[in-house]
């Protein structure tokens, strides 16, 4: 087996060290004015799990590299309660989601779980960073990818939104003009129906098959307002995670004016 059942586990991992740093860490964000839409100062956090009694190149493991905020805390904590939600969606028996290293650790004993031919080739990565800012609004991407076998893994991405001056998450309906929820949709679904007419060999079946829905993933920038789907939701895996936008010009009647602000 990958890993051995009665060993304590942290200890038998690679990269202990960086492990112990990254939990110790989570409890030290320096206390600053969250209300603060100043400047936002970047650090970096990242670690990598590796089986150690697996021998060869094809060993269960896990890396995660991801970036956090100075005298941000609350929006810190929801970066991580964000990606250990994510990795811990991998494992057999989600749960309540616990740190991100508890989720690494939960995949890792998983992997030495599945048969060898496959658990050996077990692996899963996690990030997080900054994507961009729309006044007062700014946009963390917190994405992961897991492999357990088959023909491929699953990338999953979320779009964080937080308000830098109520120092919380911001949802898509927040976010929205009141009354104006339909005609937002049917911007939504006008960005849907041109991605439709510039992806190749989409016929009347694909349309019937891969209908337009809804998602609460989205981020602002100069270019619009763009909303993000997974893989499967608006077509198969070979297409990736779709992307649609709303050119910001089409904007100022649906979306509250202090979210569009450079």
Known sequence: MPLSSNASFPVAL???TALLALLLAAGCDNRGDETKPGKLQVRQESFELRA???KGEECPSVSVDYQLF???PALNNAIREQLAQQLQG???EAGSPGSVAAAAEAFLQQAERAPEDTGNRWHMQGNGKLLGRSGKLVTIEIGSYAYT???HGIPTTHW???DLEAGEPVALEQIIRPGQEAAFWDLARAAHERWLEEEANIDEEF???WPFARTENFHLDKKGLTLLYGVYELGPYAMGQVQLTIPRDKLDKVVREEYLAE
């Open 14 to 16: 690679s990269r202990v």
């Open 52 to 54: 150690p009694d697996c």
């Open 70 to 72: 100075e005298n941000r």
């Open 90 to 92: 991998f494992a057999e």
């Open 149 to 151: 076998g088959g023909a």
């Open 160 to 162: 964080l939104n937080w």
């Open 207 to 209: 349309r019937q098959g």
